[in-house]
RNA sequence: GCCCCCAUCGACUAGUGGUCUAGGUCACCACUCUUUCAAGGUGGUAGCGCCGGUUCGAGUCCGGCUGGGGGCGCCA
């Protein structure tokens, strides 16, 4: 049974890489009928908060990846959260240093910072010399009543190690370059290499998919492993997420939280399908996969070893698309938020139909739901005229010209977009205008614009009365 | 500094030794449709980082170089 793990530290809004993580794992496991856990990394007492996790929790909830296992859910292998699991990494590091493969270290800070340098000149990563290594009873005793802090270290061997990536293939670390490394903190809490590690024996995690931030970190990890004699999983590192400066996709690139395009008016599926898209393909390149599809058609093997750019015009481009191809009635039920804050939603249901009717007039124009208040605003309320047309539009000419349309219009049986439509021309042809001197004029009297959806759609919409308030107002 | 990973249009990718005068998508440009803006349609610009090798044949395999990324903490 595939069993695969997404292992975000709640220190701030979940990020585009690890959603991307996230949504390949969940892939993963949902292709292979599998388990997706959702495990929160909360070691780092400084840096966590709870309202971090809560917001990763509704974040991925929101992209519609969801999991099996999880601290909110619980399950067989909890707790979900590291905090509440330090006992059980406790309890693995005392067993190891019964049996010799860990050992105390009191050094001290300054005394690792030399170490650090000293290695560095001898051209050597900056590591640990292992002088703790062979400490007597005597002198840790003595340590020790002196009070002084320790850390864990494990004892790491020279040899190399081989990892069999499921992306990357074969990668080989030579030995000299790990020294022993801190499994156990001075404060009783464990880093991160071994809680993982614990935590993916423990969760009987079979499939490790992770950034490729990690693939330094695996040979550690593997060790790790081995010490408390657990079987490997297999590992696969995924290529990271850039800005278009081709850096690690980071603040100074701009919205780099999920949370950030939500608000800005992504779609979920929307985001979903993009992200999928960054390290990953198929032969035949499409571009448009609904969430089941995806799940479908993925496969490790398929995902690039080359990392990828982040690419904001794409990823509106495939919003715009989705908004598109969605129905009305969701469109509406996601833009809700955004026209409530715009103050354009207080006046109660009755409104719904008509609201919906605007959005299908200019669905085909809306970028991000964001800009759905601004695109619908002149339906709801009365129109704010651009100022550098005004004169364009309204002037003593086409005053007359829409002087002419009020009086057509009040005669119109039907108030439709196409009655409406077939009496205007009318009207330019008797009177040998052309179509545009009349319907520039009259979408910019109606809408205040001059760019804006299909002229007599709106009209309609818009209703009898209303439009000819409007223009009334404007030629007097 | 040391270790590891990577390399096809500006971006995302297809491509697993001949079918590649390198295909698709976004962006860009032109034309078209048209009441505006979009959307749509048609066409176009643009790429295998460089140098060697293997081979009858290399984007595809091997080596080096260059370039980019990541890691080297009592952060995760």
Same mark, same amino acid.
């Given at each position: 049974?595939?069993?695969?793990?997404?292992?975000?530290?709640?220190?701030?809004?979940?990020?585009?890489?690890?959603?991307?993580?996230?949504?390949?794992?969940?892939?993963?496991?949902?292709?292979?009928?599998?388990?997706?856990?959702?495990?929160?990394?909360?070691?780092?007492?400084?840096?966590?908060?709870?309202? %971090?996790?809560?917001?990763?929790?509704?974040?991925?909830?929101?992209?519609?990846?969801?999991?099996?296992?999880?601290?909110?859910?619980?399950?067989?292998?909890?707790?979900?959260?590291?905090?509440?699991?330090?006992?059980?990494?406790?309890?693995?590091?005392?067993?190891?240093?019964?049996?010799?493969?860990?050992?105390?270290?009191?050094?001290?800070?300054?005394?690792?910072?030399?170490?650090?340098?000293?290695?560095?000149?001898?051209?050597?990563?900056?590591?640990?010399?292992?002088?703790?290594?062979?400490?007597?009873?005597?002198?840790?005793?003595?340590?020790?009543?002196?009070?002084?802090?320790?850390?864990?270290?494990? +004892? &790491?061997?020279?040899?190399?190690?081989?990892?069999?990536?499921?992306?990357?293939?074969?990668?080989?670390?030579?030995?000299?370059?790990?020294?022993?490394?801190?499994?156990?903190?001075?404060?009783?809490?464990?880093?991160?290499?071994?809680?993982?590690?614990?935590?993916?024996?423990?969760?009987?995690?079979?499939?490790?998919?992770?950034?490729?931030?990690?693939?330094?970190?695996?040979? +550690?990890?593997?060790?790790?492993?081995?010490?408390?004699?657990?079987?490997?999983?297999?590992?696969?590192?995924?290529?990271?997420?850039?800005?278009?400066?081709?850096?690690?996709?980071?603040?100074?690139?701009?919205?780099?939280?999920?949370?950030?395009?939500?608000?800005?008016?992504?779609?979920?599926?929307?985001?979903?399908?993009?992200?999928?898209?960054? /390290?990953?393909?198929?032969?035949?390149?499409?571009?448009?996969?609904?969430?089941?599809?995806?799940?479908?058609?993925?496969?490790?093997?398929?995902?690039?070893?080359?990392?990828?750019?982040?690419?904001?015009?794409?990823?509106?481009?495939?919003?715009?698309?989705?908004?598109?191809?969605?129905?009305?009635?969701?469109?509406?039920?996601?833009?809700?938020?955004?026209?409530?804050?715009? /103050?354009?939603?207080?006046?109660?249901?009755?409104?719904?139909?008509?609201?919906?009717?605007?959005?299908?007039?200019?669905?085909?124009?809306?970028?991000?739901?964001?800009? &759905?208040? %601004?695109?619908?605003?002149?339906?709801?309320?009365?129109?704010?005229?651009?100022?550098?047309?005004?004169?364009?539009?309204?002037?003593?000419?086409?005053?007359?010209?829409?002087?002419?349309?009020?009086?057509?219009?009040?005669?119109?049986?039907?108030?439709?977009?196409?009655?409406?439509?077939?009496?205007?021309?009318?009207?330019?042809?008797?009177?040998?205008?052309?179509?545009?001197?009349?319907?520039?004029?009259?979408?910019?009297?109606?809408?205040?614009?001059?760019? /804006?959806?299909?002229?007599?759609?709106?009209?309609?919409?818009?209703?009898?009365? +209303?439009?000819?308030?409007?223009?009334?107002?404007?030629?007097?």
């Amino acid at each position: 049974m595939v069993r695969v793990r997404f292992a975000p530290s709640p220190t701030g809004f979940l990020h585009i890489g690890n959603a991307r993580t996230a949504l390949f794992n969940y892939l993963f496991a949902r292709k292979n009928k599998g388990k997706f856990i959702l495990r929160i990394e909360d070691t780092d007492k400084e840096r966590s908060r709870k309202e %971090y996790e809560e917001a990763i929790i509704e974040d991925l909830k929101w992209l519609g990846i969801e999991w099996d296992e999880g601290p909110d859910i619980g399950g067989e292998f909890g707790p979900y959260r590291q905090s509440e699991r330090i006992n059980i990494y406790k309890g693995f590091a005392e067993k190891l240093l019964k049996e010799g493969i860990v050992y105390k270290c009191f050094c001290t800070k300054e005394e690792l910072e030399k170490m650090r340098e000293i290695a560095q000149q001898k051209g050597l990563p900056p590591g640990y010399d292992g002088r703790c290594r062979d400490l007597t009873k005597e002198k840790i005793n003595q340590y020790e009543r002196q009070g002084r802090d320790y850390v864990l270290r494990l +004892k &790491v061997p020279e040899e190399k190690i081989e990892i069999n990536d499921l992306i990357r293939g074969k990668v080989v670390f030579e030995g000299e370059y790990l020294t022993d490394f801190v499994i156990m903190k001075s404060d009783g809490t464990p880093t991160f290499n071994f809680a993982v590690v614990i935590d993916d024996y423990l969760m009987k995690i079979t499939h490790v998919i992770r950034g490729e931030d990690h693939l330094s970190n695996t040979p +550690k990890h593997i060790l790790i492993f081995r010490a408390i004699g657990a079987e490997l999983p297999q590992f696969a590192h995924m290529s990271m997420t850039l800005g278009p400066d081709r850096t690690r996709l980071s603040k100074r690139h701009g919205a780099t939280s999920v949370r950030a395009y939500r608000e800005e008016g992504y779609l979920p599926e929307a985001f979903f399908n993009y992200i999928a898209l960054l /390290g990953w393909g198929t032969t035949e390149s499409r571009e448009i996969f609904t969430k089941e599809e995806l799940i479908n058609e993925f496969s490790i093997e398929r995902c690039h070893k080359a990392s990828a750019v982040f690419d904001k015009e794409k990823l509106l481009w495939m919003n715009s698309y989705y908004i598109r191809n969605t129905s009305i009635d969701r469109i509406y039920q996601l833009s809700l938020p955004f026209l409530r804050s715009a /103050g354009l939603i207080n006046n109660s249901e009755k409104d719904e139909e008509y609201i919906k009717k605007a959005i299908f007039l200019e669905q085909e124009k809306i970028k991000t739901l964001k800009e &759905v208040p %601004y695109l619908i605003e002149f339906f709801l309320k009365e129109p704010e005229y651009e100022r550098e047309n005004f004169e364009n539009f309204i002037n003593e000419e086409t005053k007359k010209t829409l002087a002419d349309i009020v009086q057509i219009f009040e005669k119109i049986k039907d108030f439709k977009k196409e009655e409406i439509e077939n009496k205007v021309r009318g009207y330019c042809k008797e009177k040998n205008i052309k179509t545009s001197l009349v319907f520039h004029p009259l979408r910019f009297a109606v809408s205040g614009r001059t760019k /804006g959806p299909d002229l007599f759609g709106m009209i309609e919409l818009l209703g009898r009365e +209303k439009v000819i308030e409007r223009i009334k107002k404007l030629i007097k």
